[in-house]
């Protein structure tokens, strides 16, 4: 499954949300009820009272409005050094400087407090556990400023908005689940006082997507869809053009996205593939369209059992390319009972024949890939018919060549040719390699040995340069024995010109 990174999304949404009007400063009140000239003094006490519910003195506010500033410089600050770290975890050189100015450019774009250019280009010489930690201390001097205006102005929602998302990307980047109930906390209490907010159903279900609770998880990125869709309508943008922005559009579409990898993890197929098909239909890019479908096709892997599809997930992700083979293994073979279609089970019984040799059983592992050939559907050439398993013909006929080097080595050349004929009877991208092997090991019966080294030239361009030179010296060799001196003397002119 493809996850999608929407730091910066969440950073232009927060952005957009943060420029919604806001509460005008009133004068501070004095404790006892003011009567005003032409004032009821029973209005006047309401009002105080209605007051003292819904905003803070002025000098609160402006303390307030001072602290999400230097917050918000930190968060950049912080966001910043996270793109570099990602950065830098992948290979920096496959990054282009347009890419670099057009990230640049986007942070810009949610804040106004990042770096400039220069100073972010010096950052990247800096371990990464150094600027992680930096990250770390940026993030928590954020969180602690943006707590520090809520309480000195708790009416605040674009606050409240932030100090929840960082709650919620600390609990994702650092590992501390902790700090995802705090960001739920925060963003409960916001919907119950701003309910027409869908960015913050986003962030809400986000939260509860990161701990497992997929149904409310599920339930909120509905309820940022429903939000959406009912205020997109009172927007400029769409007074203006009759139809909602590219960046509503793309909201649009991400929420639908993960109310499906919600469902998901339900395991509610039909429900899934139905979102899934809506998600479709709001794709802008062909990106978006090939996500949704990578998403179909993983349901769909085992016709539509879902339960199957993680777990083959899981073994492949954290346990095979984790080194954990036992487990692994294990684990395979319990799944081979679950699975629905052919083509799923054909999958599974490939992995878990490789994960056996690899464990050193090899017997096992040739016995089962060797089963799963022979059942393969081939076309008259002898290749299968589904391309998908020519992957499985591949590690069948290498696993026996493999086992062939193997007696080869312990001088059982009995027992190496048999598997390296076996090798040779299987269309694989290396076929080559097992018919020279042969053809070595016949080296003494001339014709035989010619036979099969001939079949290896067929497929010469499937083998390196040390092989072709093997290769034509062992069928000069075998000319010149065979007293065909004019074949000898051809195979060793193209020797030489290797």
């Not at 701003?194 to 997929?214: M, P, Q, T």
């Not at 339930?219 to 509503?248: E, P």
């Not at 040739?366 to 799963?372: G, M, P, V, W």
Request: include cysteine; hydrophobic fraction near 35%.
């Amino acid at each position: 499954m493809k996850f999608f990174n929407f730091s910066l999304f969440v950073l232009i949404s927060l952005l957009a949300f943060a420029c919604s009007p806001t509460r005008t400063a009133v004068e501070k009140s004095e404790p006892r009820v003011t009567v005003p000239a032409g004032v009821d003094s029973l209005i006047a006490a309401e009002a105080q009272k209605l007051a003292e519910k819904s905003f803070v003195s002025l000098d609160e506010e402006i303390k307030a409005e001072r602290l999400k500033e230097q917050a918000q410089a930190y968060r950049a600050e912080s966001d910043t050094i996270w793109y570099y770290l990602e950065l830098d975890q992948a290979d920096k050189h496959d990054v282009s400087e347009q890419d670099n100015l057009e990230a640049i450019e986007a942070f810009n774009e949610a804040a106004e407090h990042i770096r400039d250019i220069d100073a972010l280009q010096r950052t990247t010489d800096t371990e990464d556990d150094q600027m992680l930690q930096e990250y770390g201390r940026l993030v928590d001097q954020a969180i602690r400023s943006f707590e520090e205006a809520l309480k000195l102005n708790p009416f605040d929602s674009e606050v409240r908005l932030w100090l929840g998302q960082l709650y919620g990307i600390k609990a994702s980047r650092l590992n501390e689940q902790q700090e995802h109930k705090k960001a739920i906390d925060v963003l409960e209490k916001l919907i119950r006082l701003d309910k027409g907010e869908h960015v913050v159903y986003y962030a809400l279900a986000e939260n509860y997507f990161s701990i497992e609770n997929y149904k409310i998880a599920a339930d909120n990125f509905d309820r940022a869809i429903r939000t959406l869709r009912d205020v997109v309508t009172m927007t400029d943008y769409y007074d203006q053009h009759g139809a909602m922005s590219r960046r509503d559009s793309t909201n649009l579409f991400i929420y639908t996205y993960y109310k499906g990898v919600s469902h998901l993890h339900l395991y509610d197929t039909p429900t899934t593939l139905d979102v899934f098909d809506e998600a479709m239909a709001l794709a802008l890019t062909e990106e978006d369209k090939q996500s949704v479908q990578s998403e179909i096709d993983f349901i769909n892997w085992d016709r539509g059992n879902i339960r199957a599809s993680l777990e083959r997930e899981y073994i492949i992700n954290e346990l095979v390319n984790q080194g954990r083979l036992e487990e692994a293994e294990r684990r395979f073979s319990k799944l081979l009972g679950t699975l629905r279609s052919r083509s799923a089970h054909d999958e599974i019984d490939w992995r878990l024949g490789v994960v056996q040799y690899q464990n050193g059983k090899e017997d096992q592992g040739a016995e089962r890939l060797l089963q799963l050939v022979k059942r393969s559907e081939t076309n008259e050439d002898g290749y299968p018919s589904d391309p998908d398993y020519m992957r499985y013909f591949n590690d069948y006929g290498l696993i026996c060549f493999n086992i062939g080097q193997s007696y080869l080595a312990e001088q059982d050349r009995r027992n190496a040719l048999k598997y390296f004929m076996q090798s040779s009877k299987i269309n694989w991208r290396n076929r080559a390699r097992a018919n020279l092997q042969i053809a070595n090991i016949l080296s003494n019966n001339v014709s035989e040995s010619i036979k099969y080294a001939i079949l290896a030239e067929e497929e010469k361009n499937t083998l390196n340069e040390q092989d072709r030179r093997a290769l034509y010296s062992l069928l000069t060799d075998l000319h010149r024995r065979n007293g065909n001196m004019d074949e000898a003397r051809r195979y060793h002119q193209i020797w030489r010109e290797i």
